[in-house]
């Protein structure tokens, strides 16, 4: 990728753009969240406005941990544009084909004792994302292109529907 | 993350303070799980300083939630934050544990 740091975004503002390299481990998913956090926070995301686009991090390099990698280690890479109306964010990794965005979604309307512990985090990225891409790249890489509206574009959007 | 845990009348008021994320999940679901063991069947956990929480943290929601059922115990989730509480929602979790906007209301419950 080689968008320049100063190119307009779709509101106007800047784009501060960053990329990171982690090894896929779930002892490297902390400082990487922490460090995205800081870049958000740095681009004037509250951790409110943030919370999403880390958990849609967390969620999705968590999946490819756990069941991308069974025999060899890998690398997962996050790359990261925003304005300050909205998160595009990209996750790379060389693990096994695995599409999140077409996983069953979970049945939420059983009560405590049938709930099952798990299989939640996919649909919090889905409903929590205005654009959830997969595609399997020719270079034997899953990739997946996520889109988030900050809180304050999401308001000032309703606020314009409503005038 | 942190925890906190307190007295209250008949309820153990719990307060996880950060993150309840992958990597820190399982040490909050220890700290329950030793809560509980002790005796506690009523639960007030006070999110009122928790600023993240993904799947990982549900899901500890979620089993201490079916432990206490089994003991005819209850858990109270009290002040979450905003983005937490939409997560909560988002899961369907608001439909089956009580979401209440302060720790006061929460050991009244």
């Not at chain 1, 501060?16 to 982690?22: A, D, P, S």
């Not at chain 1, 891409?133 to 959007?157: C, D, M, P, Q, W």
């Not at chain 2, 988002?90 to 439909?95: R, T």
Request: hydrophobic share 45%.
């Amino acid at each position: 990728m080689n968008t320049p740091e100063n190119k307009a975004g779709m509101d106007g503002g800047p784009v501060r753009r960053q990329e990171w390299r982690v090894p896929a481990r779930m002892d490297g998913l902390t400082g990487l969240l922490a460090k995205v956090e800081a870049f958000l926070e740095a681009a004037g995301w509250s951790l409110a406005a943030s919370h999403p686009v880390l958990l849609a991090i967390e969620e999705l390099a968590t999946n490819t941990i756990k069941y991308g990698y069974p025999a060899a280690a890998g690398t997962l890479e996050v790359v990261l544009a925003v304005t300050a109306a909205t998160a595009d964010l990209t996750l790379r990794d060389d693990g096994m084909p695995f599409d999140p965005v077409t996983a069953p979604p979970p049945d939420l309307d059983q009560p405590v004792e049938d709930r099952p512990i798990g299989g939640l985090g996919l649909h919090l990225v889905r409903r929590q994302s205005a654009s959830f891409v997969y595609r399997r790249l020719a270079t034997g890489h899953n990739e997946v292109h996520l889109i988030f509206h900050s809180l304050a574009a999401t308001l000032k959007s309703g606020f314009q529907e409503l005038h | 993350m942190t925890v906190t845990e307190n007295r209250q009348g008949t309820a153990t008021v719990v307060g996880v303070q950060g993150r309840l994320d992958a990597v820190t999940s399982s040490e909050f679901e220890k700290k329950l799980l030793g809560i509980m063991d002790g005796g506690c069947r009523k639960l007030v956990i006070d999110c009122s300083a928790l600023d993240y929480i993904s799947s990982a943290g549900l899901r500890v929601f979620l089993a201490a939630a079916k432990h206490l059922k089994n003991l005819q115990g209850s858990i109270v989730v009290a002040a979450p934050l905003a983005q937490v509480r939409e997560i909560f929602d988002i899961a369907g979790f608001s439909a089956i544990l009580p979401i209440l906007p302060t720790v006061a209301e929460a050991t009244k419950e």
